[in-house]
Protein backbone atom coordinates (compact mmCIF):
# COMPACT_ATOMS: atom_id res chain seq x y z
CA UNK A 1 0.00 0.00 0.00
CA UNK A 2 1.35 3.27 -0.96
CA UNK A 3 2.28 6.09 1.71
CA UNK A 4 0.70 8.78 0.15
CA UNK A 5 -3.22 8.16 -1.06
CA UNK A 6 -5.28 11.35 -2.35
CA UNK A 7 -8.59 11.36 -3.15
CA UNK A 8 -9.91 13.10 -6.53
CA UNK A 9 -12.87 14.48 -7.22
CA UNK A 10 -15.88 17.24 -8.13
CA UNK A 11 -16.52 19.73 -5.27
CA UNK A 12 -18.80 18.34 -3.09
CA UNK A 13 -18.39 14.23 -4.43
CA UNK A 14 -17.70 13.40 -0.69
CA UNK A 15 -13.70 12.97 -0.44
CA UNK A 16 -13.44 14.85 2.91
CA UNK A 17 -16.93 13.20 4.29
CA UNK A 18 -14.95 9.85 3.19
CA UNK A 19 -11.37 10.14 4.27
CA UNK A 20 -12.90 11.57 7.73
CA UNK A 21 -14.97 8.23 8.32
CA UNK A 22 -12.42 6.05 7.61
CA UNK A 23 -10.00 7.82 9.66
CA UNK A 24 -12.90 8.00 12.54
CA UNK A 25 -11.33 8.71 16.42
CA UNK A 26 -7.47 8.64 14.52
CA UNK A 27 -8.38 11.87 13.20
CA UNK A 28 -7.66 13.35 16.71
CA UNK A 29 -3.58 12.29 16.21
CA UNK A 30 -3.18 13.44 12.24
CA UNK A 31 -0.61 16.15 11.44
CA UNK A 32 -1.32 18.49 8.68
CA UNK A 33 -4.58 20.57 7.83
CA UNK A 34 -8.04 21.05 7.45
CA UNK A 35 -10.02 23.40 5.39
CA UNK A 36 -13.67 24.42 7.12
CA UNK A 37 -16.32 26.26 5.93
CA UNK A 38 -16.84 29.45 8.74
CA UNK A 39 -19.98 30.34 9.80
CA UNK A 40 -21.21 33.62 11.51
CA UNK A 41 -23.10 33.86 14.93
CA UNK A 42 -26.15 33.87 13.17
CA UNK A 43 -25.43 30.89 11.09
CA UNK A 44 -24.72 32.81 7.95
CA UNK A 45 -21.97 31.50 5.72
CA UNK A 46 -18.71 33.89 5.84
CA UNK A 47 -16.13 31.82 3.53
CA UNK A 48 -13.45 28.84 4.07
CA UNK A 49 -10.70 28.63 7.02
CA UNK A 50 -7.79 26.58 7.79
CA UNK A 51 -7.41 24.74 10.77
CA UNK A 52 -4.56 21.70 12.17
CA UNK A 53 -6.10 18.45 10.76
CA UNK A 54 -6.71 17.21 14.72
CA UNK A 55 -9.71 20.25 14.77
CA UNK A 56 -11.86 18.14 12.33
CA UNK A 57 -11.83 15.44 15.21
CA UNK A 58 -12.99 17.61 17.68
CA UNK A 59 -9.41 18.65 19.51
CA UNK A 60 -10.19 21.92 21.25
CA UNK A 61 -7.89 25.41 21.70
CA UNK A 62 -7.63 26.05 17.88
CA UNK A 63 -8.86 29.34 16.10
CA UNK A 64 -9.99 29.22 12.52
CA UNK A 65 -8.16 31.26 10.34
CA UNK A 66 -9.93 32.99 7.69
CA UNK A 67 -8.78 32.60 4.08
CA UNK A 68 -11.22 33.36 1.50
CA UNK A 69 -13.88 35.76 2.65
CA UNK A 70 -16.94 34.80 1.07
CA UNK A 71 -19.20 37.95 2.14
CA UNK A 72 -17.91 39.93 -0.47
CA UNK A 73 -17.82 39.54 -4.57
CA UNK A 74 -15.47 38.77 -6.00
CA UNK A 75 -14.42 37.09 -2.38
CA UNK A 76 -11.37 38.14 -0.50
CA UNK A 77 -8.25 36.43 0.00
CA UNK A 78 -5.86 36.59 2.89
CA UNK A 79 -2.47 34.87 1.21
CA UNK A 80 -0.89 34.95 4.45
CA UNK A 81 -2.63 32.43 6.25
CA UNK A 82 -0.90 29.98 4.17
CA UNK A 83 2.01 31.78 3.89
CA UNK A 84 2.23 31.48 7.99
CA UNK A 85 -0.01 29.11 9.41
CA UNK A 86 -0.39 26.44 6.30
CA UNK A 87 3.43 26.45 5.96
CA UNK A 88 3.90 25.55 9.77
CA UNK A 89 1.39 22.89 9.68
CA UNK A 90 3.64 21.44 6.72
CA UNK A 91 6.89 21.90 8.24
CA UNK A 92 5.06 20.02 11.32
CA UNK A 93 3.26 17.47 10.19
CA UNK A 94 6.35 14.68 10.32
CA UNK A 95 6.00 14.99 13.84
CA UNK A 96 2.74 13.16 13.70
CA UNK A 97 1.94 9.60 13.01
CA UNK A 98 0.41 11.07 9.17
CA UNK A 99 -0.87 14.18 7.81
CA UNK A 100 -4.13 14.83 6.76
CA UNK A 101 -4.08 17.91 3.52
CA UNK A 102 -7.96 18.68 2.97
CA UNK A 103 -7.97 19.69 1.17
CA UNK A 104 -5.39 20.85 -1.56
CA UNK A 105 -5.79 22.48 -4.99
CA UNK A 106 -7.03 25.78 -4.56
CA UNK A 107 -5.06 29.21 -5.11
CA UNK A 108 -2.33 28.42 -1.88
CA UNK A 109 -0.93 26.36 -4.63
CA UNK A 110 0.64 30.36 -6.23
CA UNK A 111 1.76 31.16 -3.02
CA UNK A 112 5.34 30.64 -3.40
CA UNK A 113 6.33 29.87 0.21
CA UNK A 114 3.18 27.45 0.47
CA UNK A 115 4.05 25.58 -2.49
CA UNK A 116 7.39 25.10 -1.44
CA UNK A 117 6.34 23.34 2.28
CA UNK A 118 4.12 21.49 0.41
CA UNK A 119 7.10 19.92 -2.05
CA UNK A 120 8.80 19.63 1.24
CA UNK A 121 5.97 17.39 2.90
CA UNK A 122 4.99 15.29 -0.03
CA UNK A 123 9.24 14.90 -0.60
CA UNK A 124 9.45 12.82 2.63
CA UNK A 125 8.62 9.25 3.25
CA UNK A 126 6.06 10.38 5.82
CA UNK A 127 2.33 8.69 5.48
CA UNK A 128 -0.53 10.90 4.02
CA UNK A 129 -3.48 11.30 2.81
CA UNK A 130 -5.84 13.89 1.54
CA UNK A 131 -8.41 15.53 -0.95
CA UNK A 132 -7.25 17.22 -4.21
CA UNK A 133 -9.62 19.97 -5.99
CA UNK A 134 -10.62 18.44 -9.74
CA UNK A 135 -8.79 20.46 -12.61
CA UNK A 136 -12.58 21.26 -13.58
CA UNK A 137 -13.14 22.28 -10.16
CA UNK A 138 -9.99 24.41 -10.61
CA UNK A 139 -11.28 26.46 -13.50
CA UNK A 140 -14.45 27.47 -11.95
CA UNK A 141 -12.54 28.69 -8.71
CA UNK A 142 -10.40 31.00 -11.49
CA UNK A 143 -12.74 31.94 -12.69
CA UNK A 144 -14.55 33.22 -9.30
CA UNK A 145 -11.66 34.55 -7.67
CA UNK A 146 -9.67 35.79 -11.15
CA UNK A 147 -6.49 33.75 -10.51
CA UNK A 148 -4.19 33.61 -13.17
CA UNK A 149 -3.61 30.81 -16.05
CA UNK A 150 -0.89 29.89 -13.53
CA UNK A 151 -3.66 28.38 -11.29
CA UNK A 152 -4.35 25.39 -13.47
CA UNK A 153 -1.25 25.24 -14.72
CA UNK A 154 0.34 24.71 -11.19
CA UNK A 155 -2.87 22.23 -10.02
CA UNK A 156 -2.08 20.16 -13.49
CA UNK A 157 1.89 20.00 -12.03
CA UNK A 158 0.78 18.53 -8.90
CA UNK A 159 -1.34 16.54 -9.68
CA UNK A 160 0.73 14.62 -12.72
CA UNK A 161 3.84 14.70 -9.99
CA UNK A 162 1.68 12.85 -7.62
CA UNK A 163 0.19 10.11 -10.18
CA UNK A 164 3.82 9.26 -11.05
CA UNK A 165 5.51 9.53 -7.80
CA UNK A 166 5.81 5.46 -6.36
CA UNK A 167 5.04 5.92 -3.15
CA UNK A 168 1.58 7.89 -3.96
CA UNK A 169 -1.70 6.66 -5.54
CA UNK A 170 -4.38 8.88 -7.01
CA UNK A 171 -7.51 7.74 -6.52
CA UNK A 172 -10.63 9.30 -8.23
CA UNK A 173 -13.96 9.36 -6.11
CA UNK A 174 -17.04 9.06 -8.78
CA UNK A 175 -20.84 7.98 -7.36
CA UNK A 176 -20.01 4.24 -8.88
CA UNK A 177 -17.07 3.97 -7.06
CA UNK A 178 -17.47 5.12 -3.43
CA UNK A 179 -17.45 1.92 -1.91
CA UNK A 180 -14.13 0.75 -3.38
CA UNK A 181 -12.70 4.28 -1.93
CA UNK A 182 -13.76 3.91 1.04
CA UNK A 183 -12.36 0.20 1.30
CA UNK A 184 -9.04 1.59 -0.56
CA UNK A 185 -9.29 4.38 2.50
CA UNK A 186 -9.93 1.77 5.18
CA UNK A 187 -6.78 -0.39 4.07
CA UNK A 188 -4.32 2.73 4.00
CA UNK A 189 -6.27 3.67 7.48
CA UNK A 190 -5.33 0.35 8.84
CA UNK A 191 -1.66 0.63 7.14
CA UNK A 192 -0.22 4.01 8.22
CA UNK A 193 -3.24 5.60 10.84
CA UNK A 194 -3.31 2.52 13.38
Known amino acids: MEKK ?4 GPAGIGKTRLIREALGARLAAAGGFVTERSIDSEGSFVGYSLLPAAAAAGVA ?4 ELYLDCRCFPPEKDHEVFRQTGVRLLEEAIWYPY ?3 DELGGYELVIPEFAAALLSCLNTDHPCVGALRSPEDAELLRGLLGLSDRYPAKLRT ?8 SDCLVAELREDNADEVRALLERWCAAYAG
Open 5 to 8: LFLV
Open 61 to 64: GFTP
Open 99 to 101: ALL
Open 158 to 165: LLDALEHA
